[in-house]
């Protein structure tokens, strides 16, 4: 039973993950930090992640369980490529891997033998968003809510969607060349996820080899 719901929570953490990417590209796609229009700040974003066609980062996770009243930790890597390619890798003690290919989304929990395909309706595939950011933004984006604030080069993206689901707020830092920070998940059943990137390294030419689940 412990297994079982150890991979239920590894599943849940990993899948809102892969939803908060597919919200940033929605979206765009403190201290001494000052407010700008949101608008202002969505376009920035945009034009920072539009020169990146590809990425790599290690990552540091941190999951808040309100539940079981822990915190689990784990290390992992992301890959990314345009269009339509994401990959997350994931760590003891919980390990996961996780594919996303457009509107197909492949997770796997190797210490449990699970292995799950999803397939998202097709206008929320990553290939969808990606052809709206080669646009400027003209307006906000429906169903969500969007604050911005700015200090030099870093940019904070607050995105709260106004359906009261799974994800209750995304806060999203990002540098102006369009690499990301952190990225922090709050769960309406109040668990929250902090990741952090380090060692992001853009447009290093990835391939569709590099993106294997199995």
Not at 1 to 7: S, V
Not at 165 to 175: E, Y
């Given at each position: 039973?412990?297994?079982?719901?150890?991979?239920l929570?590894?599943?849940r953490?990993?899948?809102?993950?892969?939803?908060?990417?597919?919200?940033?590209?929605?979206?765009?796609?403190?201290?001494?930090?000052?407010?700008?229009?949101?608008?202002?700040?969505?376009?920035?974003?945009?034009k920072?992640?539009?020169?990146?066609?590809?990425?790599?980062?290690?990552?540091?996770?941190?999951?808040?369980?309100?539940?079981?009243?822990?915190?689990?930790?784990?290390?992992g890597y992301?890959?990314?490529?345009?269009?339509?390619?994401?990959?997350?890798?994931?760590?003891?003690?919980?390990?996961?891997?996780l594919?996303?290919?457009?509107?197909?989304?492949?997770?796997?929990?190797?210490?449990?033998?699970?292995?799950q395909?999803?397939?998202?309706?097709?206008?929320?595939?990553?290939?969808?968003?990606?052809?709206?950011l080669?646009?400027?933004?003209?307006?906000?984006?429906?169903?969500?809510?969007?604050?911005?604030?700015?200090?030099?080069?870093?940019?904070?993206?607050?995105?709260?969607?106004?359906e009261k689901?799974?994800?209750?707020?995304?806060?999203?830092?990002?540098?102006d060349?369009?690499?990301?920070?952190k990225?922090?998940?709050?769960?309406?059943?109040?668990?929250?996820t902090?990741?952090?990137?380090?060692?992001v390294?853009?447009?290093?030419?990835?391939?569709?080899?590099?993106?294997?689940?199995?």
């Open positions: 039973m412990f297994r079982a719901l150890r991979g929570i590894s599943l953490g990993t899948i809102c993950l892969a939803a908060a990417f597919l919200i940033i590209f929605l979206a765009s796609i403190t201290a001494c930090a000052a407010a700008i229009p949101p608008l202002e700040g969505l376009e920035l974003a945009r920072g992640f539009f020169g990146v066609k590809d990425f790599t980062a290690e990552i540091t996770q941190e999951k808040q369980i309100a539940l079981m009243k822990k915190t689990m930790k784990s290390g992301v890959r990314f490529k345009r269009p339509d390619l994401f990959y997350m890798e994931v760590y003891s003690p919980y390990p996961s891997r594919l996303l290919k457009d509107n197909v989304m492949t997770m796997v929990l190797p210490a449990d033998g699970i292995k395909t999803n397939v998202l309706p097709k206008g929320e595939g990553l290939l969808h968003w990606f052809m709206l080669d646009r400027p933004l003209t307006r906000l984006p429906d169903g969500v809510e969007v604050q911005a604030d700015r200090h030099g080069d870093i940019l904070t993206l607050s995105i709260t969607p106004k689901k799974g994800v209750r707020d995304i806060r999203v830092t990002l540098l060349d369009g690499r990301p920070r990225i922090v998940i709050e769960e309406q059943n109040m668990d929250r902090v990741i952090n990137f380090r060692r390294l853009k447009n290093v030419g990835l391939t569709s080899n590099d993106f294997r689940i199995d």
